[in-house]
């Protein structure tokens, strides 16, 4: 079974940027091999994808986030990151990482608030 953990979120100013974190665990697992995605989802609403990495490193980002968020791996720590940058009020969520497209669990989330 894999397990997702995320981090990094928290209370930004807007204009700031965070880094977020998901480690990804599991029984023979073999993180190099999979597409990855972060989600995010506000309450209320469907959760959406923002951004994607390939096994080959291949980014790609939904249109309100590109130019300011950057998908990144590390494969020998199991690890995948969302730089974000330049971040806007609506940028409030609590942001998931999982497959793409997501077939496993989710995790916990990390919550990341931008506000004044």
């Known amino acids: 079974q894999v397990q997702l953990v995320e981090s990094g979120g928290g209370l930004v100013q807007p204009g700031g940027s965070l880094r977020l974190s998901c480690v990804v665990s599991g029984s023979m697992f073999m993180f190099r091999i999979y597409d990855m995605g972060w989600y995010r989802q506000v309450p209320g609403k469907e959760r959406e994808l923002v951004a994607t990495?390939?096994?080959?490193?291949?980014?790609n980002y939904e249109d309100s986030v590109k130019g300011r968020f950057t998908i990144s791996r590390d494969n020998a720590k199991n690890t995948v990151y969302l730089q974000m940058n330049n971040l806007k009020p609506e940028d409030t969520a609590v942001y998931y990482c999982?497959?793409?497209?997501?077939?496993w669990g989710w995790g916990k989330g990390t919550l990341v608030t931008v506000s004044s």
């Open positions: 999982n497959k793409s497209p997501p077939t």
């Open positions: 990495i390939t096994s080959a490193f291949n980014t």
